[in-house]
């Protein structure tokens, strides 16, 4: 069935009321992006810090409703409802009904990281060069970030490629700080490791790291940050944002094992710089690893 698609910039304190007055009116769904997703800075990743739910300054705010609703009827509705709101810049298009996650994985390729690290999408076939002993993940990222195709995940995928081409991931333990899809949860498990737990704020990526799992056939206990069980990890993995690094510090430094080895991303290049400082007081042998215009710090917990 056709759909009627609102579009609609906003700013973040007008949000919320743009948002129920959407509902109001009989929006199916609302989704919301960045304004300037194109542009190159922190705020522009689809990555939220643990415990915290961020919106950008600037929205793109998109709305969908019944195909037969008219435009103008609906406008009309919205501007009575909060006056006070600058609806003029509204843009409104007729789309066929089709199903953008399903079309989207479509185009999701299998990738290769490291020497036997391979993302593979449900619906294809593993490729014959990955070999017998490839560490394959089956992924539907769902509705949590978390493909391997951004820099940030491909880059803490290849360093738990790394750590397991070493022997230094089988049979430990792996803590996957801000989880989002599971995916690097589930590579280390692919890869030798004998437990994985995720972390992460939002509800769906817990659902999307259970559902991923299983398709995998592994196990996964995946909490929010306040079910979070306070333990230490021989192995933890954190792809966040580094202002998120920062304020969550402390608490990376707990839960890495004396001895244990931490892996972070989500860094801007040009921001490294002051997480070095900040981690130093906690790990050792701290290094650098850039693909892009992003960055993985990892480092050895100090005993």
Not at 111 to 118: I, K, L, N, V
Request: aromatic share 6%.
């Amino acid at each position: 069935m056709p759909y009627l698609q609102l579009e609609l910039p906003c700013r973040r304190d007008a949000q919320p009321r743009i948002e129920r007055a959407l509902e109001d009116a009989g929006a199916l769904s609302v989704t919301l992006q960045d304004a300037h997703l194109d542009a190159i800075d922190e705020q522009a990743i689809f990555e939220p810090g643990v415990g915290e739910t961020p919106l950008w300054d600037e929205l793109q705010l998109q709305a969908l409703f019944d195909g037969d609703v008219d435009a103008l009827a609906l406008l009309a509705t919205l501007e009575a409802a909060e006056p006070q709101l600058d609806w003029s810049q509204a843009r409104f298009e007729r789309i066929d009904d089709q199903d953008w996650q399903r079309a989207w994985l479509d185009t999701f390729q299998p990738m290769r990281f490291g020497a036997r690290t391979w993302i593979v999408p449900w619906n294809h076939e593993v490729p014959a060069e990955a070999g017998t002993d490839a560490a394959v993940v089956r992924l539907d990222p769902g509705l949590a970030f978390g493909s391997g195709t951004h820099p940030t995940t491909a880059l803490c995928l290849r360093w738990l490629d790394a750590l397991a081409e070493r022997g230094e991931l089988q049979a430990r333990d792996v803590l996957d700080f801000g989880c989002g899809s599971g995916i690097l949860a589930l590579a280390a498990l692919k890869l030798g490791a004998a437990r994985a737990i995720g972390v992460d704020n939002d509800p769906q990526a817990i659902i999307a790291t259970a559902d991923n799992a299983e398709r995998n056939g592994v196990a996964i206990s995946a909490f929010l940050p306040r079910d979070e069980p306070a333990r230490e990890y021989p192995i933890v993995v954190a792809n966040i944002l580094a202002s998120a690094l920062d304020a969550l510090a402390d608490t990376l430094a707990a839960r890495t094992a004396p001895g244990g080895r931490i892996a972070m991303s989500g860094i801007l290049a040009g921001q490294e710089g002051e997480l070095l400082q900040r981690f130093a007081p906690w790990f050792d042998a701290l290094a650098v690893e850039r693909d892009g215009d992003w960055v993985r710090i990892d480092g050895l917990r100090r005993a």
